[in-house]
């Protein structure tokens, strides 16, 4: 009888299997699958009018335009400083590497108010750097750059900590010959080299845009929080909480969801077909 | 020319790397960017938290509201920190040691707490066991305080730290295979005595790694608390809750005070990471591929 149903796992000799996925699974549940779960039926009970008006509100627009918009740009600019970082930790020795290496994870072991603080005490009109800028006539917090800024101190980590193992595995040999049959040091790079480590660079940029999309702590001191303006999508979340717009938070919070589960899906999509493309690279 | 000749020639340039110029003209430019960038607002931190010397500073941490916030951080970070360390292992033990149906589909939804908003992970609780809920009345009527209380933080936090001690664990046991272990249940070992003596000692440091950056996590954590905790002062408030609020209320000096205390965890987390990187580096090897 037991040989007829199909195998749900191989055989093993190991004990604990019941134990340890039964563990895994009735936590994952209990924490993080029913409480989502509880967001998309609620959501689901407020029934398509009622959503569309939430969803169509001008201010909900604009925040989640500026949540996606200034997570893309920020991780636009990580893509290029990450690379940068990588390259320099990775191909380069000098006094302090190992110090800006251990550095570089400063964002992710910074909590994010502490980090929204400090950056507002910088970028503020009065702060150190903000108060140079207001005397160039341009203004940093209370603004869209403010946001970028924010989540460009949040996402660099996330490429630099997954360009650089990739890095390390680039074969030094490939760049001789390419070197030796004549083609400058720039060619070679962009060439030769960069080729092979674009799909980590796409995988770090992509996880440093999922991170800036929902961002909070950083961003609420720096942003001023000026609805239609500076105002991001978590933030909203949290007003519409606060005015027991339990409805408004829930519609806000699944659009979120949903729109970058698929931008994350298409990502996904295009390295798996990039790589079918290119050959495993 | 002879071999050697030519492997001098080569020594005198590595035709594989940029000129002198370059290289120097890289470096500082990385170095710019991460002084001015990740550096500044560290150093901004410890300047205005000690502005008004050492005194205002000890001052702002003895205040009665400031010691509740950083005693319920330490008891929410001991409730969190090791019970995502058992799943952790749970998790890794069930994906690294067996082959099984739904084992990719596991692995994606373990780590789906990190592609969630931390505002979304306390949404999700408020929607479950907020007043408005349908658990609501329920809890009311049996006096179960969940949000806006200790347990909500907790749950909250635990959401949110979810993956960290999986992820550093999972690749790792999984190039480590079974065969230790199953020398071990062979010569007549017990299945828990097999992991205390032969797994452990093999993933020790690995979970070290993953339970320092799910505690620097878990008492960093605000989006997600800031929506579960009601922000009650001396009650619900983590240390992170206490800084918005004195920011909020333009008291810069104690804001900043207690802030320098959450940049000190920060940099002692760095400062344990990166030693255990170093010295440890093969028994993390497989976990760094992330």
């Known amino acids: 009888m037991a040989l007829l149903l199909p195998r749900l796992r191989e055989p093993s000799v190991i004990p604990g299997f019941g134990l340890a996925l039964g563990f895994t699974v009735a936590a994952l549940s209990l924490i993080v699958l029913i409480p989502l779960s509880a967001l998309v039926l609620r959501a689901a009970s407020i029934g398509p009018i009622g959503f569309w008006a939430i969803a169509s509100d001008p201010r909900t627009l604009a925040a989640l335009r500026l949540s996606f918009g200034a997570a893309f740009i920020a991780a636009a600019i990580n893509t290029v400083f990450g690379l940068l970082l990588s390259w320099v930790l990775v191909r380069y020795r000098f006094p302090g590497r190992r110090f800006i290496d251990a550095a570089v994870d400063l964002p992710f072991a910074l909590p994010t108010a502490v980090a929204g603080i400090a950056m507002a005490a910088v970028y503020a009109p009065n702060g150190w750097i903000g108060s140079i800028a207001d005397k160039l006539g341009f203004k940093i917090a209370f603004t869209p750059v403010g946001v970028v800024l924010a989540l460009v101190f949040i996402g660099l980590p996330f490429v630099v900590r997954t360009v650089q193992p990739v890095l390390e595995e680039v074969e030094r040999e490939i760049e001789e010959v390419s070197a030796l049959l004549g083609a400058s040091r720039l060619r070679t790079v962009f060439k030769v080299v960069l080729p092979q480590i674009y799909p980590a660079l796409l995988t770090g940029a992509t996880l440093a845009f999922a991170r800036g999309i929902g961002e909070y702590g950083s961003v609420i001191f720096i942003a001023g929080n000026i609805p239609m303006v500076s105002e991001i999508a978590p933030l909203l979340i949290v007003i519409k909480l606060e005015e027991f717009d339990y409805q408004g938070a829930t519609v806000i919070a699944l659009l979120m969801l949903v729109i970058s589960f698929a931008l994350l899906m298409v990502i996904n999509l295009f390295q798996a077909w990039s790589r079918r493309r290119l050959g495993d690279v | ?290």
């Open chain 2, 1 to 290: 020319m002879s071999d050697i000749e030519i492997s001098e020639v080569f020594r005198k340039r590595d035709v594989a790397s940029e000129g002198r110029v370059a290289r120097i003209a890289l470096i500082s430019l990385a170095a710019i960017f991460l002084l001015g960038f990740l550096f500044l607002p560290l150093i901004v931190v410890i300047v205005e938290g000690f502005r008004h010397g050492p005194a205002e500073f000890l001052e702002a941490l003895a205040d009665p509201d400031a010691v509740a916030a950083i005693k319920l951080t330490l008891l929410v970070a001991a409730i969190a920190v090791p019970f995502n360390a058992v799943v952790g292992v749970a998790a890794a033990w069930a994906i690294a040691k067996f082959n099984f149906r739904g084992k990719n589909l596991l692995l994606t939804l373990i780590d789906l707490p990190f592609s969630v908003s931390p505002v979304i992970s306390g949404l999700v609780y408020v929607l479950l066991f907020g007043a408005q809920s349908w658990l609501g009345p329920w809890l009311k009527a049996n006096h179960l305080e969940i949000i806006f209380a200790v347990p909500g933080i907790i749950l909250a936090t635990i959401f949110v730290t979810f993956p960290f001690v999986a992820r550093e664990l999972i690749p790792l046991m999984q190039s480590q295979g079974t065969s230790e272990e199953e020398a071990s249940l062979t010569l007549g070992a017990s299945g828990w005595y097999t992991f205390f003596n032969v797994t452990l000692p093999n993933i020790k440091w690995a979970l070290l790694y993953g339970v320092l950056l799910c505690n620097a996590r878990a008492m960093g954590e605000f989006g997600a608390v800031s929506v579960v905790s009601g922000h009650i002062r001396g009650l619900t408030n983590t240390m992170p809750l206490h800084i918005e609020i004195l920011y909020n209320e333009f008291n810069f000096a104690a804001a900043f005070a207690v802030a320098t205390l959450l940049a000190g965890l920060a940099l002692l987390t760095l400062i344990l990471k990166s030693a255990l990187e170093w010295h440890y580096a093969d028994s993390l090897a497989a976990a760094q591929q992330h």
